[in-house]
């Protein structure tokens, strides 16, 4: 019995241990694995600029986390698919964020930023008129929820060679504005359906010229905009977010493992920070056929955040097996400013209301109880 005892206290003990404990991902030190996954709350101020009272408090709620990952931020105007989603290519958007990383700092923790092309995932009507652009001119089977009301998407433009590398030169420098605003570095948002992920994926990208037809050139727009940001702020600092399965946003791939495990052996490559893993359909189920999340843990050397409906058990499982790094949490976060001290303590979690996530006004943003 005391032996008994002894072993199961002592697993539970090496298990939280491991998941709490302080470790590095690329050049950030964090005080533990718990990272806050990237959330559009549609809370930014008119010019698309953060850092009101409201935004500090937000982020300053949930510092216990090891890394906070920001809630998209856009690169350009065009790249914008919602409402009151903030920017970073204005000096203004810069000073904003400025007071969300100095008081998630102040709070001990760590914040990059996810930097953000929507792609054809949006509309006129959010972008200041402009057309919305992708690989390849064809319309997705989603709607855009803009200041009019739901609409279809157009059919986007397809972006020309020289507007691709302009494209590219936007990231580096959001990656650059980052640096600016006080972020420890940036998450490249190349999941979900959005401008990196429909160059990579089959489903969208039907162009003949470098960026289209084979694995290596359906990939050459998301590795240029990560040697871009590499080369602006250092490998260490630089991260993407990839969704192999996921069909978000009306997006799907012939060959999701040649395409991405080719992506994850160039990433590799470039030691590059870390790769966030979004395992199944976003939000939905994880044993998806098509491709191999073990081998990716094995193939890339850096820093394995694993992410898509993680529970406080899943979590120290695949932390203490070696399945994963780090484990990111989403809606969770939403709900539990604190959800580092309850996952600590196996206390109640408070659960979320969907109806607050894209609302204006403090209401479901910063007041959701704590311990």
């Avoid at 005080?31 to 409201?54: C, E, F, H, K």
């Avoid at 992708?134 to 397809?158: E, F, I, L, M, R």
């Amino acid at each position: 019995m005391n032996s008994f005892y002894s072993f199961t206290t002592f697993k539970y003990h090496m298990t939280t241990s491991q998941l709490f404990q302080p470790t590095r991902i690329g050049d950030i030190e964090v005080a533990n694995r718990i990272v806050m996954a990237p959330l559009t709350r549609s809370r930014a101020a008119d010019g698309d600029i953060p850092g009101s009272a409201m935004n500090v408090d937000y982020y300053r709620q949930r510092s216990t986390a090891g890394l906070i990952i920001s809630e998209g931020t856009q690169i350009s105007p065009v790249g914008k698919g919602y409402m009151a989603t903030p920017g970073i290519y204005s000096d203004a958007q810069v000073e904003g964020w400025k007071h969300i990383t100095q008081a998630v700092h102040a709070a001990g923790s760590k914040i990059i930023a996810q930097i953000w092309h929507v792609g054809r995932i949006t509309h006129p009507d959010l972008t200041g008129g402009a057309q919305p652009v992708a690989p390849s001119a064809t319309q997705p089977k989603v709607v855009a929820y803009t200041p009019n009301g739901k609409v279809d998407v157009p059919v986007p433009h397809a972006l020309t060679t020289a507007e691709v590398k302009d494209v590219v030169q936007q990231f580096r420098q959001a990656a650059a504005n980052a640096i600016r605003a006080g972020f420890d570095g940036v998450e490249i948002h190349g999941a979900n359906g959005y401008l990196v992920d429909q160059f990579i994926r089959d489903g969208a990208n039907q162009r003949t010229d470098d960026y289209g037809g084979s694995i290596e050139n359906r990939c050459r727009f998301a590795l240029e905009v990560v040697d871009a940001c590499v080369a602006e702020i250092g490998a260490g600092r630089v991260g993407i977010r990839l969704s192999p399965l996921t069909p978000f946003n009306d997006l799907a791939d012939s060959n999701p493992q040649a395409v991405f495990g080719y992506l994850v052996e160039q990433l590799n490559q470039r030691g590059i920070a870390f790769i966030h893993f979004i395992e199944g359909a976003t939000g939905g189920p994880r044993d998806l056929p098509g491709f191999d999340y073990a081998w990716a843990r094995q193939a890339f050397k850096g820093t394995y955040i694993a992410n898509n409906g993680y529970d406080r058990q899943m979590a120290m499982d695949a932390i203490e097996s070696g399945k994963a790094d780090a484990i990111a949490f989403g809606r969770l976060f939403i709900s539990n400013p604190d959800l580092v001290a309850r996952l600590k303590l196996n206390a109640a979690l408070n659960e979320p209301n969907p109806n607050t996530f894209y609302t204006p006004g403090p209401v479901g943003y910063t007041d959701y109880p704590t311990l």
